[in-house]
């Protein structure tokens, strides 16, 4: 991740504070999810999510003993991917094919409309109006952080966490290239999936910086130690 990227991420967790106080000023209603619900009546907010916790707390630790089982090999990574049924395709120019539709490399979460048209059709999907999960990237390499930013959310999808649903993920994505107005005309339910689709996306970004510092500290000691020891 550079230094840009974690800019990014510092003001969405801005973004995601001030979305969870826009919450907190609903009255006498509530909304669910798969796996949590929330519900909100005189200014308090009580999001019983037990279910989703648990769930969070698997994708953690099952995405951490997969990555350090393929040992970050990217190519055993994908095939893992491919291996529970997600289609994995490799595209020349994959950033500048998805740019069209807004979406980025890695993870493709359900489309619909002429978004699901257009990467059923570049895939090779079939023609629907409906787009399955599927992984799409460039040819050539692929930065192992990013891999595994993108692995984590793709895990987080298969245990049916949360903010993966088309127009959860739809608005995200409007949300990030907003100024906040959008929040105005959202209904409880269409707000608590904005913030769960936000946690999903800090919760991978989290893991791969932690990855990166992980292997990075590694790298520091090793180095150290070749070079006649260290203090640690």
Partial sequence: MNILQKIVYYFLEKQEKALTKRLSRHLRTSSSNSTSKTVVSKGVTMTLNAETERNKDLVLKNVSDIIKGCNSDISKLLAFIESKGTKVIRLENADKILSVIKEEEGLITPLEGIEALYINTVTHSGF?????????????????????????????????????????????????????AILSNLTLDEMTGLKEA???????????????????????????????????
Avoid: C
């Avoid at 891999?147 to 793709?154: L, S």
């Avoid at 993920?169 to 409007?174: A, E, L």
């Avoid at 936000?198 to 520091?220: H, N, P, V, W």
């Fill in 198 to 232: 936000i946690a999903r996306d800090q919760e991978a970004t989290t893991f791969a910086l932690d990855l990166a510092k992980q292997k990075e500290g590694s790298k520091k000691v090793l180095e150290k130690m070749q070079d006649g020891g260290a203090n640690v």
């Fill in 128 to 180: 629907s109006l409906k787009s399955k999960p599927m992984f799409v990237m460039r040819n050539g390499q692929i930065d192992p952080y990013y891999m595994a930013h993108q692995f984590y959310k793709w895990y987080a999808l298969q245990m049916k966490l949360p903010g993966f649903d088309f127009m959860s993920q739809k608005i995200f994505k409007i949300y990030l290239n907003s100024d906040g």
